[in-house]
């Protein structure tokens, strides 16, 4: 099936189940704008994250990944009182970016912005009291994705889910001689994760305005 229907679809679904939302749009706008790349998830992926924290009551939330805050907007208003969620992201233009969308959303007072790479500020967080986390986002920087799993790990408690994005990268990963740093570390990342015996996972095949992709579903072990 085309492209074009996947896309067609998701357009479908984000008329039928989504309230116009001038935050979010204003958002996606300031980001094309100033350059971002056009990476964010998409309406109906957001919501996913939105309904699935909400579900699981998350009060503490981490976000890897921040781009220019489109996701971290979703899951901001997930939040129960008194919540929180920390973002990390290293390029300091997409930080600006994402500042100003935080700010514009009245969200700013519940969203810790931490701008440096994820593998520096992660081994802060374990020991600054952010976490445990109650649900993990990671879409980030793909070659770093097996660095980073043993420190979600570590930032979680029993119970904790954790979605990783872009596990599938358009079925690039079934190549293991791939020269594609971001599918290696994927591949890398999925075949550790499948031996982890701290968690337990599945994955899941995506389509549609992102393309073909997956994303992984993982929940810290008692």
């Given at each position: 099936m085309p492209a074009e229907t996947w896309n067609a679809v998701d357009r479908?679904?984000?008329?039928?189940?989504?309230?116009?939302?001038?935050?979010?749009?204003?958002?996606?706008?300031?980001?094309?704008?100033?350059?971002?790349?056009?990476?964010?998830?998409?309406?109906?992926?957001?919501?996913?994250?939105?309904?699935?924290?909400?579900?699981?009551?998350?009060?503490?939330?981490?976000?890897?990944?921040?781009?220019?805050?489109?996701?971290?907007?979703?899951?901001?208003?997930?939040?129960?009182?008194g919540g929180r969620i920390v973002t990390l992201e290293a390029d300091v233009k997409h930080a600006a970016v994402a500042a100003a969308n935080f700010s514009r959303s009245g969200l700013s007072d519940v969203i810790d912005l931490r701008v440096a790479p994820?593998?520096?500020?992660?081994p802060l967080l374990a020991?600054?009291?952010?976490?445990?986390?109650?649900?993990?986002?990671?879409?980030?920087?793909?070659?770093?994705?097996?660095?980073?799993?043993?420190?979600?790990?570590?930032?979680?408690?029993?119970?904790?889910?954790?979605?990783?994005?872009n596990i599938v990268r358009d079925a690039a990963v079934l190549d293991p001689a791939a020269d594609d740093v971001k599918s290696q570390g994927i591949r890398r990342f999925n075949e550790l994760l499948a031996a982890e015996p701290r968690v337990t996972a599945t994955a899941l095949q995506t389509v549609g305005a992102k393309g073909y992709d997956g994303f992984a579903f993982i929940v810290v072990n008692e």
């Open positions: 479908y679904l984000a008329d039928l189940f989504h309230e116009p939302d001038p935050i979010l749009d204003a958002a996606l706008v300031a980001s094309v704008e100033a350059g971002l790349p056009e990476i964010a998830v998409s309406a109906c992926q957001g919501k996913f994250l939105q309904l699935l924290a909400r579900s699981l009551g998350a009060r503490r939330i981490l976000e890897l990944g921040t781009l220019g805050g489109y996701s971290t907007i979703w899951l901001a208003r997930a939040l129960p009182k994820a593998i520096v500020t992660l020991v600054d009291g952010s976490g445990p986390f109650d649900f993990i986002f990671l879409d980030a920087d793909k070659p770093g994705y097996p660095d980073y799993l043993p420190w979600l790990i570590r930032l979680s408690r029993p119970g904790t889910v954790i979605i990783a994005d």
